[in-house]
């Protein structure tokens, strides 16, 4: 009998090991446009005997073919679809487009039905058509869930210009779990200034990334990201850290109905982004060609920094003003430097530095807690202008360099929470540099404006600011009015040296016993 028992046992882990490893796979190429809509949480759809479970491999191999006619019928068509709920481990899904397919419905999730996938990569083998939009959309009570990766490599074969485009549409939830990187790696490229990679995030109701955005491009190509698109007021986004290393453009396509778009930071590690900050400016045209400009857009963007990981967390946003630029030539709308773009900006956890260029300001910063700093363009060191402050807690770190430092110009006021609000300011600069500069300088102490900001409507003395600073450095803090204007400052010094205490108390006691034999 125990025999028995035991090969069935070895039967049973035998079938549940060939079902582990089972894998999915569909290979096509329509021949018609009625052939495509492949529903891909189907088992059918692969040959499958067996329902796909949540350790079923799916991997699709498609090729969208080129017509004659310069209409493709495929554009604008649902290619695959997951008609039921679906749950599998990795998916694979490799494409070929073919020529003239500018707007393809790739992947679609239909109403109220949830995709969790272990792992996604998806791979532009190649294409006949310089940019065409990849498309998953997510519809109404739909969810796209990827609870690790979501890899999009482009290495096609470049024929003319190219862009790597990205699109998540329609009123669905999107939650990837892990990192989403989109890298063009194609071989050779043709110049244009339309070349680089392109993540759309349209109309998608929530869209959260627990790990890392990365836009990438082996030729260092523009990486735009478009935030939101116009049918609705307010956006939702979440990023655990955005990496672009060069050419990155934040696009906010709003029309007037859209109230503001916000960008959560969940960070765990430090991650950059250089590049610009862009909204919508309305254009008419003669002949396709922009013939005159009209007014811009007040599209608004919100930036919470909200670190997963307190310590370790940390987002920089370089942003620098960018020339008037069109994605396309028929429609009229084109694209302009959002210099008052910036709207709040919340510091909740980790920390978040932020340059802006001559001309650039954000509406309001509140510190409740983390770290905020200026940044420069390509330093530390940098300036920026806010419309007000509140705080409740947090740190301003300032970079201190001999001749000039970070610094907050402020239009109007600041203003704490309560009597019990506390405002950390931290002094960058260390004992041996400060030493250098007094000893260059032949002075004693370093007087430094950090903050400027309008006593109209503020609520602070120096005593609601406290100092952080290094081994050896002392400060204290003070403000001046002028004109309406409160200059806050830090004298900067160097704290004694236990020998130099020692021979002024030494001195002290000498001059006090003179005074006692003269009593």
């Not at 770190?397 to 000039?404: A, K, L, N, S």
């Not at 002028?482 to 001195?507: F, H, K, Q, R, T």
Request: hydrophobic share 40%; aromatic share 8%.
């Amino acid at each position: 009998m125990k025999i028995i028992r035991v090969f069935c046992l070895i039967a049973i882990l035998a079938e549940m090991t060939v079902l582990s490893g089972e894998e999915a796979r569909l290979s096509f190429t329509p021949t018609d446009v009625s052939q495509i809509g492949q529903d891909l949480s189907n088992p059918d759809t692969y040959g499958l005997a067996n329902p796909i479970t949540d350790s079923t491999n799916i991997t699709v191999d498609y090729t969208i073919p080129s017509v004659t006619s310069s209409n493709n019928p495929y554009n604008i068509s649902v290619i695959t679809k997951f008609a039921e709920d679906l749950t599998a481990n990795n998916f694979t899904f490799n494409i070929n487009f073919g020529n003239n397919l500018w707007d393809v419905y790739v992947l679609n999730v239909l109403d109220n039905k949830t995709v969790s996938l272990n792992s996604v990569s998806y791979n532009i083998i190649d294409s006949a058509t310089s940019h065409p939009i990849n498309k998953i959309t997510v519809n109404k009570g739909g969810l796209f869930e990827v609870k690790g990766d979501l890899v999009v490599s482009d290495r096609r074969t470049t024929r003319s210009w190219y862009q790597t485009r990205l699109n998540f549409g329609s009123s669905g939830n999107v939650n990837i779990k892990g990192n989403l990187t989109i890298s063009a790696e194609m071989a050779t490229k043709h110049d244009n200034p339309l070349n680089g990679v392109k993540l759309e995030l349209s109309e998608i109701n929530s869209f959260t990334v627990g790990g890392v955005v990365t836009l990438q491009s082996i030729w260092n190509d523009k990486k735009w990201i478009r935030l939101n698109g116009n049918t609705r007021n307010v956006f939702e986004r979440s990023f655990g850290g955005l990496s672009v290393a060069s050419g990155g453009i934040i696009e906010l396509e709003g029309q007037n109905n859209v109230t503001a778009t916000t960008l959560t930071f969940t960070n765990s590690g430090r991650n950059e982004f250089n590049g610009s900050l862009a909204t919508r400016i309305e254009v008419e045209r003669t002949d396709g060609k922009i013939s005159s400009w009209g007014n811009v857009v007040d599209n608004k963007l919100n930036v919470t920094m909200d670190a997963s990981d307190p310590q370790n967390g940390y987002q920089v946003l370089r942003f620098s003003k960018i020339d008037n630029y069109e994605n396309e030539n028929w429609i009229n709308y084109a694209f302009t430097s959002g210099a008052n773009s910036l709207n709040e900006i919340v510091v909740k956890n980790g920390m978040l530095d932020i340059a802006m260029y001559d001309g650039m300001k954000a509406s309001s910063l509140s510190m409740e807690g983390g770290v905020f700093s200026a940044a420069g363009d390509n330093s530390e060191m940098g300036k920026v202008v806010f419309d007000k402050i509140v705080f409740s807690g947090g740190t301003i770190y300032f970079d201190i360099f001999e001749e000039e430092n970070d610094s907050l110009q402020i239009n109007g006021s600041i203003e704490k929470v309560s009597d019990s609000s506390k405002l950390t300011l931290e002094m960058g600069v260390n004992e041996s540099d400060l030493r250098a500069w007094l000893e260059a300088a032949g002075k004693d102490s370093k007087s430094v404006e950090l903050i400027t900001f309008s006593s109209e409507g503020s609520n602070v003395t120096a005593e609601d600011f406290s100092l952080k600073l290094l081994d050896g450095v002392s400060g204290e803090i003070s403000m001046d009015e002028a004109d309406g204007m409160i200059s806050l400052s830090v004298n900067l010094g160097l704290v004694p040296e236990p020998e130099s205490v020692a021979c002024v108390l030494a001195a002290l006691a000498i001059v006090a016993a003179c005074f006692r034999k003269r009593a």
